[in-house]
């Protein structure tokens, strides 16, 4: 993703919406994006980076299961299928 993509999905989004990151997919956690840093990378080429804040309240805590399953970070959980009740009188009694 480029720059110039983030910029055009973001656009699409209502300005005051807070941004979050995601992070660690095998352990979803949602962090409050704080900074945006232009450095060069190992080839010296330029790369942004998004990065969570400083404070102790950076990690807001489990990613919601929504958003991780949008993210397919993992898979949607269904409802276990119906059983027929079990009758609470013995078999032949009243």
Excluded at 29 to 52: F, G, N, S, T
């Amino acid at each position: 993703m480029t720059v110039g993509d983030l910029i055009d999905r973001l656009s699409a989004c209502d300005r005051s919406t807070p941004l979050r990151l995601a992070m660690n997919p095998f352990f979803p956690m949602a962090h409050r994006a704080a900074q945006i840093v232009e450095a060069l990378d190992e080839k010296q080429k330029p790369v942004v980076y998004l990065a969570e804040g400083w404070d102790e309240d950076s990690q807001l805590g489990p990613l919601p299961p929504k958003a991780a399953v949008a993210l397919t970070w993992q898979a949607p959980v269904l409802a276990p299928p119906r059983r027929p009740r079990r009758s609470a009188c013995p078999i032949g009694g009243q």
